[in-house]
């Protein structure tokens, strides 16, 4: 097995080196300091899994996360000191498999891993139970249900508000008349459930601007 570990504090790579090396004796490790070599090394090498911390020197985990996943194999998990469902939701719809908190990585990391190369996804025990993620899986839910009411020129609308295209330059991407714009922003505020006055849609997309992302890839 091949693994790579991307953290900026060297006393914690070598801990986590350790651990690692005592429950897989077989495994290869690269270890990284900054986010760019750790992409670069994964997209050429495309290891087994890569443990990756968020916060990093020139590129953070999440972003690498995104990059690799889109683009290799390589199995991500996602090791940080932020106990936090909200990042624990950016985390997976950027593609990681496995969720880590560091105050507990000893005791997890181990049954994280082979969760992961057997096939399935991992959340840190922390995680699985709190109240706090369940209410933003419900209220995600709500907004999924929500976007699934928009016609496919409704979403494509909607993604352009979000990238604060005005109805002029929506009109010109779309190929349709400014009227028509117009006519797709009140059919969404109207379905969206939102006053169509004051900029609220353009407000409303950009409170959920990665959600909208989301949806529009599973649509």
Request: charged content about 30%; overall charge negative; hydrophobic content about 40%.
């Amino acid at each position: 097995m091949h693994f790579v570990i991307a953290d900026d504090h060297p006393i914690f790579r070598g801990g986590l080196i350790s651990l690692l090396k005592a429950d897989f004796p077989n495994v290869q490790i690269d270890e990284f300091s900054d986010g760019i070599s750790a992409e670069n090394h994964i997209l050429s090498e495309i290891p087994d899994l890569a443990i990756l911390d968020i916060d990093m020197p020139e590129k953070n985990g999440l972003e690498v996360c995104l990059n690799i996943s889109e683009k290799v194999k390589t199995r991500v998990i996602i090791l940080t000191m932020y106990n936090d469902a909200e990042m624990l939701r950016k985390a997976k719809a950027n593609g990681a498999w496995g969720y880590l908190v560091k105050d507990n990585t000893s005791d997890e990391l181990s049954e994280c891993i082979k969760t992961i190369l057997s096939g399935e996804r991992y959340i840190a025990k922390s995680l699985r139970d709190s109240k706090l993620l369940q209410e933003i899986e419900r209220k995600h839910e709500e907004i999924h249900e929500k976007l699934s009411s928009l016609s496919q020129t409704e979403l494509k609308t909607l993604k352009l508000v979000s990238q604060k295209f005005s109805s002029k330059e929506i009109a010109e991407l779309l190929f349709v008349s400014n009227k028509s714009v117009e006519n797709y922003r009140s059919r969404i505020c109207k379905k969206l459930m939102l006053d169509a006055r004051n900029n609220s849609l353009l407000l409303w997309v950009l409170d959920h601007k990665e959600l909208i992302e989301e949806y529009r890839e599973e649509k």
